[in-house]
C-alpha cells in the first residue's frame, strides 16, 4: 500500500513537472514567435504561462529535495537517510498571548487608519499609507488568525505568489484601461423633452 502511494505521489509530481514545461515552452513560444506585437495581451499570457510553471515545478522540487532524489551539488553535508521521514511540524496555532498581541496591533494599525482620515496630508500619500497599512493588517490575518504561518511551506509558496502575480496583472490593465477610456469617442448628450 505504501509503495503504490509513493508511485501514485512520483507520478502526480512528474506530472506536474511537465506542465511546468509546457507552460515555460508556451511562453517561450509565444514571445518567439509573436514578439510582443500584440502589446498586454501577449505580456498577460507569458505571465500566466511564467506562474502556472512556478506553481508546478516548486511543490514537486520541495517534494523530491525533501525525498532526497534532489540533492545540491555545492552543499557540504547529504541529507542523512530516513530524514524526509520525520513528519516534525509545528502546533496549528498561537498561543493566547502571541493571538492578543496581533489582535491589539490590528486595532491599532486600524486607528491610525482612522486618525490618518482626520489629518489633512496629500491624498497621494494617504492613499500610499492607507494601503500599505492595509497589506500590514491582511499579512497578520492570513498568518495568525488563519494558520498560515504554521503552515507548509509548499502550501505558502502556492498561495502568496499568486496573489502578487494577480497584484501584478491588476497594475498592468489598469494604464490599458484609462488608455481605451481616453480613445472613446465623445457621445454628445441628448435631452429628452417631455411632453406633459
Not at 495581451?41 to 529535495?65: G, I, K, Y
Request: charge should be negative; aromatic fraction near 8%; proline fraction near 4%.
Amino acid at each position: 500500500m505504501v509503495d503504490s502511494k509513493e508511485r501514485e505521489i512520483g507520478a502526480l509530481n512528474m506530472v506536474m513537472l511537465a506542465l511546468a514545461v509546457l507552460a515555460v515552452g508556451v511562453a517561450a513560444w509565444n514571445v518567439i514567435s509573436d514578439g510582443f506585437r500584440a502589446g498586454t495581451d501577449d505580456l498577460f499570457l507569458v505571465l500566466v504561462c511564467l506562474m502556472l510553471a512556478l506553481l508546478f515545478a516548486v511543490p514537486t522540487l520541495m517534494w523530491a529535495h525533501a525525498n532526497g532524489k534532489l540533492t545540491n551539488p555545492f552543499a557540504d553535508e547529504a541529507i542523512p537517510e530516513g530524514a524526509a521521514d520525520t513528519g516534525t511540524h509545528e502546533a496549528h496555532g498561537g498561543t493566547d498571548k502571541q493571538n492578543t498581541i496581533i489582535w491589539v496591533s490590528l486595532l491599532a494599525l486600524t486607528g491610525f487608519e482612522v486618525l490618518l482620515a482626520y489629518i489633512q496630508v496629500p491624498i497621494t500619500l494617504m492613499l500610499i499609507v492607507l494601503m500599505g497599512a492595509s497589506i500590514v493588517k491582511a499579512a497578520l490575518i492570513v498568518a495568525y488568525f488563519m494558520h498560515l504561518k504554521f503552515e507548509r511551506l509548499s502550501l505558502i509558496l502556492t498561495i502568496v505568489p499568486t496573489l502578487v502575480v494577480l497584484l501584478c496583472l491588476f497594475a498592468i490593465f489598469f494604464p490599458d484601461s484609462f488608455r481605451l477610456h481616453d480613445m472613446r469617442p465623445q457621445e454628445p448628450v441628448h435631452q429628452v423633452e417631455h411632453e406633459g
